[in-house]
């Protein structure tokens, strides 16, 4: 979602890491090693070795992320990913932060709709260490007034930053999902309401905590240069003794099938041209529809020879970039509930939303007639080029990331290497039954942002 932490690099040695990250099979497609285990408190471990370069991933992430947050508590889960750093039990304030700096690494945290994760990136001798810190900091947070009060003020003024006084703040990765969901859990303001922050007390802040960032709701993964018995030891030397905890049952986050186009306009004054996003919601995740869908991204919006930039931008010249895809906060993979295939551009005042949502219309229509093997063979060599970027994306953190989110998902981080052979059985019949489902009109919701706040017909969601 952002960078909030992010220090300096480790040099050449990343780069190498960069160099190899999987081994290529037989038939030629990827293997990822993968071990995975859980120990007796419930946490979820995966080791993928590499040992290209000496250098190490260490991810950690929590089954809790903005979508499932208590309904008077909006913006609870990210507030969290600010304060774990502001100190544990044997780390005094922001020492976590220096504790990374000093052995020459890097470090990240981030908040996403089901998860909330953590990472570091280090020297490979420096893993013991690591391991230690995290454990600290899941065995018990330095959770204090003082650590919540400047937290909360750090997280309003992100907001007032990224949303409120930024031109097309919060769009439409934030605007987006309160119109197309219906479901509060998926529509609610993920940033947070500014009330909910500030009547936020520490019995709350204490609460929360120890039900979402225990080890039977965590994944870890290391991903790198390391000796699997040793970093085993070492994992159960720290973690193992974290009790688990009895975790709330999950609410249901389910959406009712859309039965009604809808559009919306949003005014912003702060915006100097007009921008329309146009989101379809998606099938239930690992479908075969599911993967259809990730297809037609790459046929409709990925790349420049991608059919709508094509229309818009080559053809019409309404707009200078088509940006779309499935989860704007990450990947179609890091997820794990309804989400939205999505696409959106900015245009001039004198292209009318009416010719652009014409000429968008256009291309789905050809796309209707039927897609052929020969656009399912394109589509899928452009999305294994684009798994092999996300895998060995920041230093291998690509990695982690879909062993993090397959295990605390799927209790299969193994799933890593099904995705290719997942794409490959995608038939034109199947693709053409997912285009009649999912990419009808009244599966859609259209979204338009009204520059210098001209318009009547104003929504005020954010």
């Not at 979602?1 to 480790?10: D, E, S, T």
């Not at 990374?100 to 994760?117: E, P």
């Not at 919006?301 to 499935?326: A, D, P, R």
Request: aromatic share 12%; hydrophobic share 35%; with cysteine.
């Amino acid at each position: 979602m952002k960078i909030k932490i992010q220090v300096f690099l480790l040099g050449l040695l990343f780069l190498l890491s960069c160099s190899k990250i999987a081994k290529e099979n037989e038939s030629g497609s990827f293997k990822v090693p993968v071990d995975y285990y859980t120990l007796e408190n419930g946490l979820k471990v995966i080791l993928s070795q590499d040992k290209t370069a000496p250098t190490i991933v260490i991810a950690v992430y929590y089954n809790i992320g903005f979508r499932i947050e208590p309904k008077d508590r909006t913006g609870f889960a990210h507030l969290f990913e600010h304060m774990m750093f502001q100190g544990s039990r044997n780390l005094g304030k922001m020492e976590f932060v220096k504790l990374i700096q000093q052995n020459g690494g890097v470090l990240n945290g981030s908040t996403r709709f089901d998860f909330t994760n953590y990472f570091e990136i280090v020297p490979s001798h420096k893993l013991e260490t690591i391991l230690w810190a995290e454990a600290d900091r899941m065995k018990g947070l330095a959770i204090t007034q003082d650590n919540l009060a400047n937290q909360q003020g750090v997280v309003k003024n992100e907001v007032k930053v990224n949303v409120l006084n930024k031109p097309y703040g919060g769009f439409p990765w934030l605007d987006m999902p309160q119109y197309a969901n219906e479901n509060w859990y998926n529509a609610h303001n993920f940033y947070g309401d500014l009330e909910d922050l500030d009547s936020a007390n520490l019995e709350d802040v204490q609460s929360f905590f120890s039900t979402y960032y225990s080890p039977n709701n965590a994944a870890l993964s290391i991903v790198g240069d390391f000796e699997t018995e040793e970093a085993k030891e070492w994992i159960n030397k720290y973690f193992g003794g974290i009790p688990s905890v009895d975790l709330p049952k999950r609410p249901d986050i389910s959406e009712p099938r859309q039965e009604i186009e809808k559009k919306f306009t949003k005014d912003d004054s702060l915006a100097t041209k007009p921008a329309t996003a146009v989101a379809y919601k998606m099938p239930e995740r690992n479908t075969p529809e599911y993967y259809a869908m990730g297809l037609l991204d790459q046929i409709l919006v990925q790349g420049n020879n991608s059919l709508l930039t094509q229309k818009l931008v080559k053809e019409n010249g309404y707009t200078s970039n088509v940006n779309g895809g499935i989860n704007y906060l990450g990947n179609m993979f890091n997820y794990n509930g309804p989400m939205v295939w999505m696409f959106n551009c900015t245009y001039d005042a004198t292209t009318s939303e009416d010719s652009l949502i014409y000429s968008i219309d256009q291309v789905l229509a050809e796309v209707e007639k039927g897609v052929n093997q020969e656009m399912i063979d394109n589509a899928i060599v452009k999305i294994r080029s684009e798994l092999y970027d996300d895998l060995g994306n920041y230093f291998g953190m690509g990695r982690a990331d879909l062993l993090c989110s397959f295990a605390l998902f799927d209790n299969d981080p193994a799933r890593i290497n099904q995705i290719e052979k997942e794409f490959k059985q995608i038939t034109p019949k199947i693709m053409n039954k997912t285009v009649k489902e999912f990419l009808r009109k009244s599966n859609r919701t259209i979204l338009t942002v009204n520059p210098l706040g001209s318009s009547q017909v104003s929504s005020t969601k954010l």
